[in-house]
Each structure stands twice: as structure tokens, then as C-alpha cells.
DNA sequence: AATTATTGTCTTTCAAAAAGACAATAATTG
DNA sequence: CAATTATTGTCTTTTTGAAAGACAATAATT
């Protein structure tokens, strides 16, 4: 949410898209979440509005940009988010109460706030990124941004929580056909690290050899030499993903 | 749409919800379309917006009763349709010019029709229905409503052809997890016809034998009394969905 | 009673997934 | 430098599940 200037006409009414951004990190998913620049402990995700004439796929990927600095990630729809009571009047109210002055700095003035306040439909979009790729720099209401393992989240503001499970049942039941993981690895990488990430995801083990089978037969990575780690152990080939 | 009055803020702005309703008959499957009560050959399907205190699921179920009197039928998103140069005002334009005269009857004023030729994004929800069971009435902008098989599709407007496609794909890739099926045979039928409605929906041809036991397999239907057809043949039995 | 078309179910075949087995390392140890 | 150790790459076997084939059991007709 960009506060600073909401002006009615510039972007869409009542509609926003807030984003589930993945990232793998220590044998672990996590989930990228600002911390917003206000009195109390606000946390949501990174979220926006949709200007007049852009699409909705396009402001899904500025929005994020604006938020985090991620730029050039492919992000997917999973969910729309429409009860008649979701809005950010509570989460506003107790802001604006715990933040009388800084309010004005920010520009935000009545009619701005009951823009907000109003009842909101927001469209839900994920994706997964690597987080040693990611350089992440705040924007202009977030005071910090940080990686969350997803079963360590903060709490956070209105729906936001049912929306990171949803995004990562959607995630778990898509990754094999779209191989989102793509984004999630460092450019070359072995069969192990793939198998710790999907063990990531869906937080279970896999078995090692039908793992590395099911990989391979995709035949969607390309062996380049072998990694010697110093480990008194044979030494694992490393892969990329192919070009296409 | 409900064309009559669309005063500003009784709905939430530039926001609409489409229903792909798919129905089957004469082992086909078939989507309902409404014709629009105007000069031309408008077809588009039954939509409308999302009122103030409504939840989107609930305002797809009513904006589907009252183009169609279908009621309580259960829907499902299944896509978002947001690109940037997505309006109406080409169909309205045409509309317009068409129907010089009765833009008045409708009470179209210029206000109204700005407000609908901006740009929309559009909830996509689909749901699928027992041909047999429902009784079409038209709302207040359709002349008339009519079953069309998916081959045979009339000219719609805007995207919604596309929005169809999508709707069969996705009705698809979930049929066999949802049982959605549910609501498109009569109370109680042969598991052939329950075949012959799996065979519609995916256009192909499916094992009798093995089709069979992958039904039964999954434990959902209970099983009734023979059913006579006065062929020269053995009965098959009837089933019925259980309760639980 | 023989014939016919279709259903319900069983068996066999084929294919894919899971589990098990083991040789090939790449270092370390003594 | 041979024995040891941990891990990888791959092969084989087992299990499971889907696809195909086979056939008896009808319910009416001839």
C-alpha cells in the first residue's frame, strides 16, 4: 500500500493485490514480510493497488518492486479475497491511534483514510525467489523488511496469515508441473540441494534414490562437473537448469 | 449487468464477477449464454457487480439468480481478468449505436454509461449444473437464455470465449478431486451415465470396465434397486451420491 | 430354448512408484 | 598406502496402480 498519495482516480477502487513471495534459505521456506514504519507492531505483506491503466499482472510486479526491490519475478494469481467485512478499518484505527503525528508527515489527511478504510477485494499473487539473488530495499512505509520461516511468522495484519496457506497449498499443488523452483536455487546447484528444497516445501522427506530419478528423467537439468566439497565422500555433480 | 441502476456506490467500482455455468444434456456438454434484450446480437454471460456489504462468493450466487433463477448453485473462482485494455466501451459503443431509442426505456444516461464503459476487472467463477433441473427465467436485460454445447459457441463479447476455455480447463484439472459432478446428474443414475457425462466433459472416450471401478473405488455412491429398461439386456443398477 | 446386447466383476498385463542393494568414489585414519 | 567412512550414482526387486482382456450373469427377443 502506497499511502503517500492515493488519489481516487489514479488507481481502481476497492481493489488491491497483496503478495505471498517465497524464498528458500537454510534448508527452509520462508516468507518475505515488511515490517510497516509506524508506532506498533504492524506486519503485512507487501501489498498495493492498481493504477488505471495498467494490467493487473503488471501492477502485481510493480507493487512488489516498490516494496522490496524484487524485480523481473514471475508472479501467479492464486486466490481472490472477498468477504464483505475485509477491510483495513481496525488495522487503520488502531495506526492512526498509536500514531497521531506521523500521520500528517506521511500526508495522510481524512479523506485519504476513508479511501482506505473502506471495504477492500484483494487479489491474491505468489511466487518463489532465491534468496542470495535478493536485494532487498525498503519502501517508503516499510521500516524493515525480513525473511520469515512460515512456521515463525509474526502477526499479521487482517487476513494475511490465511492468505500465506493458501498461497502455499496452491504452491505445493503446482510445483511439479510448473517447477516454479527454478527461481529458488543458486545457478548451479546438486541433486541434494533440489531434494532439501522440495523437502522444504512440503515438509516432508523424499527417498534419495527415486528423488534423484524423478529429476533426472524430467530431463530439464544439465550434469556440469563434479563439486568437491573436502568431504571424505564421493563428490555429487553439479547441475542448471537447461536453456531452452 | 444489471444495466437499470448502477448508482456509483451501491457497488464496489470497476470490479464485475462472470459465471461460466456449464450444464449437460444429450451427453454434451453446454454452456449457459443470455442473449441481451437489444438490437444486434449481444451475447455475454451472466454477470454483474459486487454490491457494498456482499461477500464475492455470495454476489456471484446472486447475480446468477437473477440472470438466470438459478439458485443455490455452488461456484467457484477460477481466474481474475485484469488486463489493462479490458472495458466494455467497444460492446457499449456498439450498443449505442444500435439502440438509440431504447437506451432511454433502460435508464441509460450518459452518467450510467460512463461509469460502464471504464476499465473492468472481472472475477471469473464457474459451476455446473443438471440441465434437467433448472428453470431458466430471463433477467432484466436478457431477451433470452440459451444452453449452447461448447463446440458451437455463439459470438460473445469482450473476452468472454476466453474466459470460458479457462473455466473447462480448470473444470477439468479438478473434476476427479471436487465431484463437482455432482450437480449435473439426475437423483439417481447408472454408473454409465455417469461415464458418458466424464466422456462430455473431457471429449474422449473412457475404459467401460475400468471406469467402473475407479467410480465405485471411491466409496461415493450408494447403491439402489435394478433398473428395467425393457432392453434385451441385463439391468444395470441405479446409485445415488451417499449422504454423510 | 437359443439369441442378443449390455452389465458386473475377475484376471492378466503393463507401467510407474517405492524400496532395496551395491559399486564408485573422495577424503581421512592409522 | 591400505583400511575406513560417508555419500553419490545407478541398478534391481518389490509393490502398487492403471489399462486391457476375458467371461459369466442377466433381461428381453426370436
Given at each position: 500500500m502506497n499511502l503517500k498519495s492515493p488519489r481516487e482516480q489514479e488507481y481502481i477502487q476497492q481493489l488491491s493485490i497483496d503478495c505471498v513471495i517465497f524464498g528458500y534459505e537454510d534448508e527452509q521456506l520462508k516468507v518475505l514480510i515488511p515490517k510497516l514504519d509506524?508506532?506498533?507492531?504492524f506486519w503485512a505483506l507487501p501489498a498495493g493497488f492498481i493504477q488505471q491503466e495498467e494490467d493487473i499482472d503488471e501492477a502485481a510486479r510493480r507493487i512488489l518492486a516498490e516494496r522490496?526491490?524484487?524485480?523481473?519475478i514471475y508472479l501467479e494469481q492464486f486466490r481472490v479475497f472477498g468477504t464483505?467485512?475485509?477491510?483495513n478499518k481496525t488495522f487503520m484505527e488502531r495506526l492512526v491511534a498509536l500514531n497521531p503525528t506521523k500521520l500528517d508527515d506521511w500526508g495522510l489527511d481524512l479523506n485519504t483514510l476513508g479511501w482506505l478504510t473502506r471495504r477492500f477485494v484483494s487479489i491474491g499473487y505468489y511466487a518463489l525467489v532465491d534468496i542470495h539473488k535478493v536485494n532487498l530495499q525498503k519502501g517508503n512505509i516499510d521500516a524493515s523488511i525480513q525473511w520469515y520461516p512460515i512456521r515463525e511468522?509474526?502477526?499479521?495484519?487482517?487476513d494475511h496469515e490465511e492468505m500465506i496457506h493458501i498461497a502455499l497449498d496452491t504452491l505445493r499443488l503446482n510445483l511439479d508441473q510448473k517447477?516454479?523452483?527454478?527461481?529458488?536455487?543458486?545457478e548451479t546447484f546438486t541433486i541434494k540441494e533440489v531434494q532439501e528444497l522440495y523437502e522444504a516445501i512440503y515438509e516432508r522427506p523424499f527417498a534419495r534414490n527415486n528423488f534423484q530419478k524423478k529429476i533426472l528423467d524430467q530431463q530439464v537439468l544439465e550434469r556440469l562437473e563434479k563439486k568437491f566439497t573436502g568431504a571424505a565422500n564421493k563428490a555429487p555433480y553439479v547441475y542448471r537448469w537447461k536453456r531452452y
Open positions: 509506524f508506532t506498533g507492531d522490496t526491490g524484487l524485480a523481473d464483505a467485512k475485509r477491510s511468522l509474526p502477526s499479521l495484519i487482517m517447477l516454479i523452483a527454478y527461481n529458488l536455487l543458486p
